[in-house]
């Protein structure tokens, strides 16, 4: 028997990377699993490769209708046991190279995206639900060109914190999941030089990989983590530790 077996995830981001690896596990463990991405063709491939238990549904994070159509389409289904607010996006820039866009860029997806994600997802939310965000290492670690990212991912780790509180009464837990770097699309496209910088830094000599982030995903949502709320749980091979 699966460790999600008759539950249903929703997964932000689950097109690519880490939202794609835990999507195939959290499917592979029972669950019926929806998924969500702007770029339809990227959805339908990961469609795809989950196989059965999966729904694609094309959803903009930063656009609130588009949450509301997500959610439409899973109330279908019934309720949910489980939110991965996992789409994010990174780009660097420097202090001095920061404009009004770039900020909006981040904080829409990363902040706002997230925030709406699950508000809009808790009148589904059973009792007992969990609530996973992605959020770095960046949010500790200070890294040149990351200020604005490593901000928005400081704000999502706390929203658990008041999350916790907050939904305590129904037995809802809220964690931050912080991966350090995963070799995913987004890593690839960071500039050479600021990757070299980060990959010295990291204890295990490696990259870490998407299936890994994925099964301290299906740890926190599953009864594996019944008495473990309002964390931060670093996947980073020791990058933020030492
Ligand atoms: P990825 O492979 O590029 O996947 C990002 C996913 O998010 C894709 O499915 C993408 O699909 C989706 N997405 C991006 N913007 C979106 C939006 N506005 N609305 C809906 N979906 C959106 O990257 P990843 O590495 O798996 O990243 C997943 C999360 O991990 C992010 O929050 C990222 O910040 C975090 N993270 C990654 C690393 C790393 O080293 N890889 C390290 C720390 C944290 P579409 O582009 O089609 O929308």
């Known amino acids: 028997m699966g460790k999600l077996e008759g539950k249903t995830a929703v997964v932000t981001g689950g097109s690519s990377g880490i939202g794609l690896a835990t999507a195939k596990l959290f499917a592979a463990e029972g669950a019926f699993v929806f998924i969500t991405g702007r770029r339809e063709e990227e959805l339908a491939q990961a469609v795809r490769a989950v196989g059965v238990n999966v729904q694609g549904v094309r959803a903009d994070v930063t656009n609130p209708a588009d949450l509301d159509h997500l959610y439409e389409i899973v109330r279908t289904k019934g309720r949910i046991d489980v939110v991965f607010a996992n789409a994010g996006t990174s780009e660097m820039a420097s202090l001095e190279d920061v404009d009004e866009e770039h900020f909006h860029r981040i904080f829409d997806v990363n902040v706002k995206g997230v925030l709406f994600s699950v508000q809009k997802a808790l009148p589904l939310l059973n009792d007992g639900a969990s609530i996973i965000l992605t959020g770095s290492i960046a949010a500790v670690k200070g890294a040149p060109g990351y200020s604005?990212?490593?901000?928005?991912?400081?704000?999502?780790?706390?929203?658990?914190?008041?999350?916790?509180?907050?939904?305590?009464?129904r037995g809802i837990r809220s964690n931050v999941i912080s991966p350090g770097p995963i070799d995913t699309p987004v890593m690839r496209r960071q500039p050479r030089d600021a990757m070299a910088g980060i990959l010295s830094a990291i204890p295990m000599g490696r990259t870490g990989r998407a299936?890994?982030?994925?099964?301290?995903?299906?740890?926190?949502?599953?009864?594996?983590?019944?008495?473990v709320t309002g964390i931060e749980l670093f996947v980073d091979g020791g990058s933020a530790q030492v």
């Open 148 to 169: 604005v990212y490593g901000a928005s991912k400081a704000a999502i780790r706390h929203m658990v914190r008041a999350w916790t509180m907050e939904l305590k009464d």
């Open 211 to 227: 299936e890994e982030v994925a099964e301290a995903a299906l740890f926190l949502a599953s009864e594996d983590s019944s008495f």
